[in-house]
């Protein structure tokens, strides 16, 4: 069986290895988005959704630890009176 793998060039598109610009194809293999530079075979996974919820996590982890940052400052000089 062939693979069925549509390659598209992203227009603008810069590898960050060799930084050629108008080298990076994407292409669908598995499931997975895939980009690959055909001037320095730079090839890597395309984890965009699982990027988009590390980011997410660590903005929530933000969130509580400047929240738990002002509860401290708020009680602090409370004990100090
Ligand atoms: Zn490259």
């Known amino acids: 069986m062939a693979y069925s793998t549509k390659r598209r060039f992203m227009a603008g598109a810069v590898c960050p290895r060799c930084s050629s610009m108008d080298t990076i194809v994407v ?41 738990d940052v002002q509860v401290i400052h708020i009680v602090s000089p409370d004990n100090n009176n």
């Open 27 to 67: 292409f669908n293999l598995d499931g997975k988005d895939f980009r690959e530079c055909v001037s320095c075979n730079f090839k890597e996974e395309m984890r965009l959704n699982i990027a988009t919820s590390e980011l997410q996590t660590r903005v929530n982890q933000q969130d509580e630890h400047s929240q």
